[in-house]
């Protein structure tokens, strides 16, 4: 378990416990080594000439070992140049995954905030408006329990929840296995609430179309200068719980601020989902990019390889 | 932060990088890290240590070559070194920048040890 976050591995479940759900393999004892096929992506040369620190295409060879040459019996240091991104993998599913949902016309929202900023209240309210006009699908992560999942089944919309274990943020991977199992329709919008964390969820692309950050006024308003990677991530923000503003010593336009200078591009909606103030705009928002989605997408139902790895 | 699944990623690269080239042992893995990347250096390099036992990079080095942080600044209509996501502008002052480099992550290069040839 990583000590830093209390990110593990080996505990994740996708689904109900009851049989149907999957537990994923621990990688952090046994990772299974992908394709070489994969590994191959960059060109490679070996090259023959052995000069000091050569420079080739793809490969940077250095004669420097005992020998200063390949020599029978003595061993030989290489820098091998490789270039790959570390979170590589995790785009690979997530770019599937895009290609999954566009094939469908599927408008894809990843909700990130900290925990306790009303994600949950948010997403209920959004469907409760929304579900008489469009389809709409959630997947739920959480470490632990199926309550989320239970209030999004409440609103009439289905719902899936993925248990991280002792993960700090969804993969791409996880979504990949979540997203066949669902049942989504053609031209439909998905919401997946991201695990509470103002932190780990920012890196991880899922494959949706946009990452929407939520802040709560019950929060700081320094919070997009503490926590900048989730502001510059995001392209949307929801100031929510704006109903609570005459009680607090809470500055929005502060907020706002803050989080602009972390991402002047930002798109900003202060709502309260419990009163439904500042919906519309919220809603509107959502409804042009199921505009452009459904208009995007031409339906192939092309069958990406989801989370093929795992 | 995440800095397990990173170094998890890590391995991943090595491993099938090891298995491609044929090489054995792993003595340092470079990797290119960016100012405004969302890694914390001494955290990761905990988390690689553990991660890499057992493989062929048990007990290689990790070598990091930071790269600086660039943003667009939109009033300034040009390309300026900030440190921090929030940083202004060091010209004009603005907030209006956006961040265009120093946001990476990557497995640079690895020093391997080959097999002595002819055993």
Redesign the interface.
Known sequence: ?????G???GEVMIGRPNGTAQRKSA??TG?K????E???DDS?EHVEVHTPASEHAGH?HFGHGPAHA?????????????????????DRFADANRGWLAGRGIFALNLVSSPGSGKTTLLCKTIEILSSRVAVAVIEGDQQTEFDAERIRATGAPALQINTGKG??L?AAMVGQALPRLALTDNSLLLIENVGNL??P???DLGEAHKVVILSVTEGEDK??KY??M??AADVMLLNKTDLLPYLRFDADKAVE?A??????LKVFRVSATTGEGFDGWLAWIESGLAAAAGGGENDHKENTLAAGY | ??????A??????V???A???G?TKV?AVV?EVGA?S?V?IE?LR??FEV?MKG?VAEGARMEVDPIAGTGWC?PCAKSVAID???D?CPHCGS?????TGGT????????????????
């Open positions: 378990m990583c000590t830093v976050c990110c593990g591995a990688p952090t990772w080594v992908a394709s070489v994969t590994a191959h490679h940077m390949h020599a029978p019996g003595l061993s030989q240091h290489e820098m091998v140049r490789i270039e790959k991104d570390i979170l590589g993998k995790n700090c943020h993969d932190v780990c920012s890196a991880f997009p200068l900048p990677d502001f510059a803050f602009l200078r972390v991402n002047p591009r | 932060m995440h800095e397990m699944s990173l998890e990623g890590i391995r991943g690269i491993e099938d990088a298995i491609a080239q090489f003595n990797l405004l969302s914390e955290a905990f988390c991660v493989t939109m921090q996501l929030y202004p907030y209006q920048v956006q961040a990476e992550m990557r497995v640079k290069a690895l020093d391997v040890q080959t097999a002595p040839a002819g055993v």
